[in-house]
């Protein structure tokens, strides 16, 4: 029997990648394919200001993109990072996956094989980013990146709200069951802006940004990528759901992990967010930090299941919270 497709992302911006994706699976296509369709929508989407065309720069004005793509079904990988002149990482991440012996290609010789593929160069710069850095430019502090201040000492004394700030970062983060009952997943974004240039943050590492264990599930994250990718954030999710544990309450065990890890920040003050969605179907998510600081916004992720009846709509559930400390649920809002 088919299985019914699921697809899942990161934030509100998550809403048309699933719609696409879900077009692919309804279509018949793999979970893979789906992917890739959902994660170039948000890519090409000028107005996303933290993945693909239109991402923020770094600190010296140029967009660096990371992505990585995983296909469940035969367990291959594909990952770039800091293409400056790609628009669509995850595709060529997954030209790394399929044309390639290796993994993971990165900086100048990723956007040389991008362009040997024949991706066209782009200025991935949009007026909104320009604007933006420019600003950023004029009203910088002694920090050398923005957003986040690294120093240990500082951390007890931010509030959440201090520590980000609306859209200067987010990925989107995709899972996908097809009607085979394959998972897929991929992870795509501009990174943190404002970093320093050359910074790859978790979102293109397999097990931190993205996993996907076929006979399990997947999962795929979006935040602080700097303490992300510290504890395989993605990787302990899937590994979690092995031993039984709830795609929710994978999520949320690998979030009190991390904050545990960093005592200073064990109520919550940097943002961190997972999705995940196991073979069954079963979908779950957490963030340590509603909205990840911006007080106007919350943490939301998108769902959308494909109903298996050809022509019949299905519409994209927005969900917000849970949001978690070290130690407790801080909310449990609208599923
Ligand atoms: N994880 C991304 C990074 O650290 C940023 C984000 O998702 O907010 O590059």
Known sequence: MAVEPVFIATWRFGVPACLAGWQKLMAGCSALDAIEAGANVTEDDTSVNSVGNGGLPNSEGEVELDAAIMDGSTHAAGAVAGLTRTGRPISVARRVMEVTPHVMLVGGKAQEFARAQGFPDADLMSDESRRRWEAWQKE?????????????DAAPAMSPDEVSTPDDHDTIGLCALDANGDLAVGCTTSGMAWKLPGRVGDSPIIGSGLYVDNAIGAAAGTGYGDEMMKACVSYRVVMLMERGLSPEEA?????RYLLRKRPSDQHGYYG??????????????????????????????A????????????????????YVTSDKIISTLTP
């Open 140 to 152: 910088q502090s002694s920090a050398a990146v923005a957003h986040f201040d690294k120093t240990p």
């Open 251 to 255: 999520c949320i065990e690998t979030l």
């Open 303 to 322: 769902v959308i299941r494909g109903t298996g009846i050809e022509g019949q709509p299905a519409s994209v559930v927005l969900h917000e919270g849970i």
């Open 272 to 301: 961190a967010a997972l999705i995940a969605l196991r073979k069954d179907g079963v979908v779950g998510a957490a963030a340590t930090l509603s909205g990840f600081g911006a007080p106007d916004r919350l943490w939301q992720w």
